[in-house]
């Protein structure tokens, strides 16, 4: 009898250790604010890259105007179907998602109604190449 409830009370803490793992990674913030460099304090994504606003989008269109060549450079931060993107410190925006037609109906994270996106030419959390004409790094 012993050995069972040393066996019991293992497998419960491994079921237990598997939980917190999954709750936390869960729990993971969508886009929060954080000090960028020369830049200021922007938005960045929970993998810490910095995310960009596209002037030709219009807000609460429930649309993007950055298609084909444009997604490739510039992609769409995402979530997965059936989940919400969350706010992390400091970002304090409102977030929403719209279904993008032309990627397989993937939900691209809106930031005060306009989609957020990635730069292609961003490799390391605190690049900030993507500040170009038309493109802007995400304010709080």
Known sequence: ????????????????????????????????????????????????????????????????ACTDKCLATWPAVTVPAGSSPTAGAGASGKLGTITRADTSGALQVTYNGLPIYYFSGDSAVGDTNGIYTNWAAVKP
């Open 1 to 64: 009898m012993q050995i069972s409830n040393v066996r019991l009370a293992g497998g419960i803490l491994a079921i237990a250790a598997i939980l917190v793992a999954c709750s936390s990674s869960a729990s993971t913030a969508t886009v929060s604010a954080t000090s960028v460099g020369t830049q200021g304090t922007l938005i960045v994504a929970s993998n810490g890259m910095t995310v960009y606003q596209f002037s030709m989008d219009s807000a609460n269109s429930g649309t993007s």
